[in-house]
């Protein structure tokens, strides 16, 4: 099993940025990819960022340029670092792991709302 807690979100005006940590325990060998979706109410949930275990990136198009994924396998953490935000960003942000056999887990989700 692998838990995950997220932190760091919370209330920004538009232009603005915060960093994302998800701090994972447990049995976090055969990961394949950390990421991070988000869902908006009403919407689906959709990937946001991630990372594999070589650290190959894939960013939905709506971030590119603006959002950066980022992992420290010393304190088994994985960031995303989101700068020029936006209100269409506003949603809760959750964060995955994927194990080498087709696995999630998610962490209990922390709420990004970008307004002014």
């Known amino acids: 099993q692998v838990q995950l807690v997220e932190s760091g979100g919370g209330l920004v005006q538009p232009g603005g940025s915060l960093r994302l940590s998800c701090a994972a325990s447990?049995?976090?060998?055969?990961?394949?990819?950390r990421g991070w979706y988000r869902q908006a109410p009403g919407k689906q949930r959709e990937l946001v960022a991630l990372i594999t275990s070589i650290g190959t990136t894939h960013y939905a198009d709506s971030v590119k340029g603006r959002f950066t994924i980022s992992r420290d396998n010393a304190k088994n953490t994985v960031y995303l670092q989101m700068n020029s935000l936006k209100p269409e960003d506003t949603a809760t942000y959750y964060c995955n792991y994927r194990s080498t056999s087709g696995t999630d887990y998610w962490g209990q989700g922390t709420q990004v709302t970008v307004s002014s």
């Open positions: 447990g049995s976090i060998f055969s990961i394949y990819a």
